[in-house]
């Protein structure tokens, strides 16, 4: 099984910054990707940024340019650093692991972010 934990999450004034954290840990194999993913209330869940084994990004593009996603030295660790926040990025953001084994994905709990205005 595997567990993913995150954290950061809090409430800023708009133009300003948080670092989210998420940690995986368990059986894990093999990790194909891990990403942020966020949902405000009434709208669908949403990916944010995604970064892959190889290095590889992808953002969405209300967030590019503000947001960057990196992979930490501990194992199985990944940041999100959001810049420049917005109120429209206020969320519930969750973490996402997909490993490599019948490409399952795993989740954490889901930290929130409020920007006021």
């Known amino acids: 099984q595997v567990q993913v934990v995150e954290s950061g999450g809090g409430l800023v004034q708009a133009g300003g910054s948080l670092r989210l954290s998420c940690a995986a840990s368990?059986?894990?194999?093999?990790?194909?990707?891990m990403g942020w993913y966020r949902q405000a209330p009434g709208k669908e869940r949403e990916l944010v940024a995604r970064?892959?084994?190889?290095?590889?990004?992808n953002y969405a593009d209300s967030v590019k340019g503000r947001f960057t996603i990196s992979r930490g030295s501990a194992k199985n660790t990944v940041y999100l650093q959001m810049n420049t926040l917005k109120p429209e990025d206020t969320a519930v953001y969750y973490c996402?692991?997909?490993?490599?084994?019948?490409?399952?994905?795993?989740w954490g709990q889901g930290t929130r972010v409020t920007v006021s205005s």
């Open positions: 996402n692991v997909n490993v490599a084994y019948r490409s399952n994905d795993y």
């Open positions: 368990g059986s894990i194999f093999r990790i194909n990707a």
């Open positions: 970064i892959t084994t190889s290095g590889s990004t």
